[in-house]
């Protein structure tokens, strides 16, 4: 996964001068819906028990029919968007794109898409074993996390169904096949996230079925001791959007896993939801500021991206962020 991290500097002029006040900003009811993170920890670990779900392999297409299966059995309707998609390299990946829509409609005002990405790095490229770098990476934070997430969440919508709003959930495949850091001869311009730019230009070739009011992209949010900075370009296209995620989680009192700060700009499949589909779209996704292995925590992209590093904790404060996003909509 292709996540570079820009340390921007912005000097905001007018901030010094500014005398309009800002409105009181009215305080949510706290939603009592309850996220279980033990059922996303086992969602994670169901993915995991498939191996490294990497694209064009038996564990993949074995993992991808569960996701459409379990989708199915909380009521949703699972459509399997197959592509064949060019990697960097010139391969061909058996892509498989798995949107669930939820059927249940009737009276709801607007929709809402998560995401995550379910794909598994082809290459531990990052570990500090040189030895690990061209071994597959299980990723059990970096896609089955999110996935794991949204999967609670489709069993919780389908035991309360007293959602203003309807709430799909695209499962984003191709996404970790971005060029490794090793090879050299590669061009890595737009090798990442490549699941979520071909629904992208799918649904922008056919604008009259985007109805969507804006999304949230869920990007390693399992991780031991994770924090979720405000993304840079998240920010930038759909700001109103991370307001209201980062006040959900305030009051669902796990304000100190989203701090307000921003962690720089991240290339992720929000990308093309917002650049090509052109619906905002926002990136909850680590940042670990002083980690010295990588911005994105010391198991990113190699081999110790394992359930022994997935913590309930970090679930649990992500989940219940997003139920209480969700039922105060």
């Not at 984003?172 to 490549?194: H, K, M, R, V, Y």
């Not at 056919?206 to 990007?219: C, R």
Request: glycine fraction near 8%.
């Amino acid at each position: 996964m292709k996540k570079i991290i820009y340390t921007l500097c912005i000097v905001m002029g007018f901030c010094a001068c500014g005398t309009t006040k800002k409105q009181p900003v009215e305080e949510q009811p706290v939603v009592t819906i309850q996220f279980n993170a033990d059922s996303a920890y086992a969602f994670c670990a169901a993915q995991c028990d498939f191996g490294p779900r990497v694209m064009n392999s038996d564990a993949h297409e074995q993992c991808g029919a569960w996701i459409q299966q379990k989708f199915q059995q909380y009521g949703y309707q699972v459509e399997m968007q197959k592509a064949d998609l060019k990697g960097y390299n010139g391969t061909i990946l058996k892509s498989t794109n798995i949107i669930a829509r939820q059927t249940k409609v009737e009276g709801q005002k607007s929709k809402i898409f998560i995401c995550a990405h379910w794909d598994s790095r082809p290459w531990a490229d990052n570990d500090p074993e040189s030895a690990n770098w061209h071994k597959p990476v299980m990723a059990a934070n970096d896609g089955a996390s999110g996935v794991a997430v949204m999967l609670e969440l489709a069993r919780l919508i389908q035991q309360n169904d007293s959602l203003n709003i309807a709430v799909d959930f695209v499962c984003f495949d191709a996404e970790d096949w971005g060029i490794p850091q090793w090879d050299e001869t590669g061009n890595g311009a737009d090798s990442w996230a490549l699941g979520s730019q071909y629904w992208a230009k799918t649904l922008a070739a056919n604008p009259s079925t985007q109805n969507y009011s804006y999304g949230i992209l869920l990007d390693m949010v399992g991780g031991q001791g994770a924090k979720f900075y405000q993304e840079f370009y998240s920010l930038q296209k759909a700001g109103a959007v991370v307001e209201k995620v980062w006040r959900a989680a305030s009051a669902a009192g796990y304000g100190s896993f989203f701090p307000m700060k921003e962690g720089g700009g991240v290339t992720d499949d929000h990308v093309p939801v917002n650049n090509v589909a052109n619906i905002p779209c926002i990136d909850i996704i680590n940042h670990y500021p002083d980690c010295k292995q990588s911005s994105f925590g010391p198991t990113w992209h190699t081999v110790q991206d394992d359930m022994q590093h997935i913590d309930k904790n970090t679930l649990q404060a992500v989940g219940q962020t997003l139920v209480q996003l969700i039922y105060n909509e």
